[in-house]
């Protein structure tokens, strides 16, 4: 299960993709299609999020910032 860390609140527009960056804060860029350019990222939201290891970190559909843990080292079913 996924849990909420910072309630921003974000609406999305079509057409753009939005990723959190190192800086910890909301960025959005242009999706590339065909031979066009994506340009550069701009920021939306400023967070200030300090990442924890072992979390994947993504923006819901609320437009909230939320974290889940990694699956890492699975056992084989046998």
Known sequence: MAEKVVNTGITREEGYLYFMDKEGDISRIKMARGRKGRGSPEK??????????????????????SKSKMMRGRKKKT
Do not use: S
């Open 44 to 65: 939306v939201k400023n967070a200030g999020i300090k990442r924890e290891t072992g979390y994947l970190y993504f923006i819901d559909r609320q437009g909230d910032i």
